[in-house]
T-cell receptor
Framework: GAGVSQSPRYKVAKRGQDVALRCDPI?????LFWYQQALGQGPEFLTY????????KSGLPSDRFFAERPEGSVSTLKIQRTQQEDSAVYLC??????????????????FGPGTRLTVT | ELKVEQNPLFLSMQEGKNYTIYCNYS?????LYWYRQDPGKSLESLFV?????AVKQEGRLMASLDTKARLSTLHITAAVHDLSATYFC??????????FGSGTRLQVQP
């Protein structure tokens, strides 16, 4: 079936511009996550939704970052007044709960291809 | 604050050799994930480890989890060039967000 999709794949913004990044999760996945990956680093958590509720936004680096998922499916990450330090790949992931052996729960996250944001 | 440390950060090995990547984490967790990332690509899930003593194998890769030691290992057996990629471990402490290590960049030389 279709995986997580993100658009645009590449975005170049001038410093100070606003950008909006879109994520389409796997159909039926309740949970959706945004991560930021700087060059040569591991992804860092930004925010998490369960359905339309934003349950954790502790990783958002500043109040210029805003995320929403109004109908519990597609999500948008918006960055206002972009700065050069915002240049990174923004990854979206979705997950649902599965039961492993002995009843342990897994919330394996499936990642999209990412949006590479370059702020000039 | 949870810290996840991988070592080595860079590994160059010859085809046919064996090696182990280590992932240490600083707080209690019983869910650990391994991902692979090729240059310019997204993350591909390799293993899900859900309990102490869990061991999973797929092809030339085997992952294990020791929750008491807060350690996971990814063992590579008889490496081939196709395994060249960056490997990340990621820990879920129950708040659902994953905390990733810095990654191990593996280069397998013919």
């Amino acid at each position: 079936g279709a995986g997580v999709s993100q658009s645009p794949r590449y975005k170049v913004a001038k410093r100070g511009q606003d950008v909006a990044l879109r994520c389409d999760p796997i159909s039926g996945h309740v949970s959706l996550f945004w991560y930021q990956q700087a060059l040569g680093q591991g992804p860092e958590f930004l925010t998490y939704f369960q359905n339309e509720a934003q349950l954790d936004k502790s990783g958002l680096p500043s109040d210029r970052f805003f995320a929403e998922r109004p109908e519990g499916s597609v999500s948008t990450l918006k960055i206002q007044r972009t700065q050069q330090e915002d240049s990174a790949v923004y990854l979206c992931a979705s997950s649902h709960r599965t039961r492993g052996l002995a009843g342990a729960s897994s919330y394996e996250q499936y990642f999209g291809p990412g949006t590479r944001l370059t702020v000039t | 604050e949870l810290k996840v440390e991988q070592n080595p950060l860079f590994l160059s090995m010859q085809e046919g050799k064996n090696y182990t990547i280590y992932c240490n984490y600083s707080t209690t967790s019983d869910r650990l994930y391994w991902y692979r990332q090729d240059p310019g690509k997204s993350l591909e899930s390799l293993f899900v480890l859900l309990s102490n003593g869990a061991v999973k194998q797929e092809g030339r890769l085997m992952a294990s989890l020791d929750t008491k030691a807060r350690l996971s290992t990814l063992h590579i057996t008889a490496a081939v060039h196709d395994l060249s990629a960056t490997y990340f471990c990621a820990v879920d402490t129950g708040r659902r967000a994953l905390t990733f290590g810095s990654g191990t960049r593996l280069q397998v030389q013919p």
